[in-house]
């Protein structure tokens, strides 16, 4: 177009970013020294975290972590889709209750909750069935009925699902409404609409923060050593507290939960590509790519 100046691109060359060269040095600088206080530092203790790290007591402790995150997160899961189902309904009561529960998980420690739980034999002393205001059924022992491994349950599920809710409530508002509308000018029945349109697009906003909140709920078992389960950080506590081998234990535990929640990374990049067909632009980054610091290529996010 005439008028503009010729522009001559003979000599172009990359621009230069001496900022970042700065920050690399500085970073290889702290990884250097990070690598030198593992190994120099006698203070970790190396042999005592490799007699540990696979000794039988650890591994029920960590039997113990899986089988609480698989079980609370049922809960959750189970709870957030009544509740979010709650909150989207035109009932007026449904949706209070429903919003009352979320505030009030959402709004409180889950720690405090689960002590709560633990200790519910002071409010409660006997557990009863029946009708309500009416006679009683069965009744039982609350100190009999609450375990803790049924306290922790209660704590990280309850409160979970809460989470959950606000997760799948997200998702399904994330549907365009017309596209509902227009099954149902199709003569689709609600129950079909919600199974082959609105669900199949809501699970791509669904599924990365939940597999995010089993991550989270690996890590929250933890909690559960203050009312004396045996999990793996109650584990590790009751062996140092014998042989006072702090550190060397805790490495121990910090290992076994960066090899569980590096394996839920990679299962969730999956089911998240899985679901993200179609919508390449969102594609998840794979656990490779992440670790590598690989940036996505232009046409991974344009085509």
Same mark, same amino acid.
């Given at each position: 177009?005439?008028?503009?100046?010729?522009?001559?691109?003979?000599? %172009?060359?990359?621009?230069?970013?001496?900022?970042?060269?700065?920050?690399?040095?500085?970073?290889?600088?702290?990884?250097?020294?990070?690598?030198?206080?593992?190994?120099?530092?006698?203070?970790?203790?190396?042999?005592?975290?490799?007699?540990?790290?696979?000794?039988?007591?650890?591994?029920?402790?960590?039997?113990?972590?899986?089988?609480?995150?698989?079980?609370?997160?049922?809960?959750?899961?189970?709870?957030?889709? $009544?509740?979010?189902?709650?909150? $989207?309904?035109?009932?007026?009561?449904?949706?209070?209750?429903?919003? $009352?529960?979320?505030?009030?998980?959402?709004?409180?420690?889950?720690?405090?909750?689960?002590?709560?739980?633990?200790?519910?034999?002071? $409010?409660?002393?006997?557990?009863?069935?029946?009708?309500?205001?009416?006679?009683?059924?069965?009744?039982?022992?609350?100190?009999?009925?609450?375990?803790?491994?049924?306290?922790?349950?209660?704590?990280? &599920?309850?409160?979970?699902?809460?989470?959950? %809710?606000?997760?799948?409530?997200?998702?399904?508002?994330?549907?365009?409404? &017309?596209?509902?509308?227009?099954?149902?000018?199709? &003569?689709?029945?609600?129950?079909?609409?919600?199974?082959?349109?609105?669900?199949?697009?809501?699970?791509?906003?669904?599924?990365?923060?939940?597999?995010?909140?089993?991550?989270?709920?690996?890590?929250?078992?933890?909690?559960?050593?203050?009312?004396?389960?045996?999990?793996?950080?109650?584990?590790?506590?009751?062996?140092?507290?014998?042989?006072?081998?702090?550190?060397?234990?805790?490495?121990? %535990?910090?290992?076994?939960?960066?090899?569980?929640?590096?394996?839920?990374?990679?299962?969730?990049?999956?089911?998240?590509?899985?679901?993200?067909?179609? %919508?390449?632009?969102?594609?998840?980054?794979?656990?490779?790519?992440?670790?590598?610091?690989?940036?996505?290529?232009?046409?991974?996010?344009?085509?």
């Amino acid at each position: 177009m005439s008028g503009l100046p010729d522009v001559d691109v003979a000599g %172009a060359s990359r621009t230069r970013h001496p900022l970042r060269w700065v920050a690399s040095i500085i970073l290889l600088v702290l990884a250097a020294q990070l690598v030198s206080l593992l190994v120099t530092n006698p203070n970790f203790q190396w042999d005592v975290v490799f007699r540990y790290v696979n000794a039988q007591v650890i591994g029920q402790g960590i039997f113990t972590t899986l089988l609480l995150t698989v079980i609370a997160m049922f809960v959750g899961v189970v709870l957030g889709v $009544l509740l979010a189902i709650g909150r $989207l309904s035109e009932n007026p009561v449904a949706r209070a209750a429903c919003g $009352l529960y979320v505030w009030f998980f959402r709004g409180t420690p889950v720690l405090v909750q689960l002590v709560l739980w633990y200790n519910l034999s002071y $409010l409660l002393p006997k557990i009863s069935l029946g009708i309500p205001f009416g006679p009683e059924f069965i009744s039982a022992d609350t100190n009999l009925v609450i375990t803790p491994l049924l306290a922790a349950i209660l704590g990280l &599920g309850l409160n979970e699902g809460a989470y959950m %809710a606000e997760i799948i409530r997200g998702g399904l508002m994330s549907v365009d409404p &017309g596209q509902t509308e227009a099954a149902s000018a199709l &003569g689709m029945s609600n129950a079909r609409t919600f199974r082959r349109i609105v669900l199949p697009q809501a699970m791509r906003f669904i599924i990365p923060p939940t597999g995010s909140q089993v991550i989270s709920m690996l890590k929250a078992t933890s909690l559960v050593s203050v009312i004396a389960l045996a999990d793996l950080l109650y584990t590790v506590q009751s062996i140092y507290n014998r042989t006072f081998q702090t550190i060397p234990l805790l490495i121990v %535990a910090c290992v076994w939960y960066l090899v569980i929640t590096s394996i839920l990374y990679v299962g969730q990049s999956f089911i998240e590509r899985h679901y993200a067909r179609g %919508a390449t632009r969102h594609a998840p980054q794979s656990f490779w790519a992440f670790l590598t610091f690989r940036r996505r290529r232009p046409s991974e996010v344009t085509s």
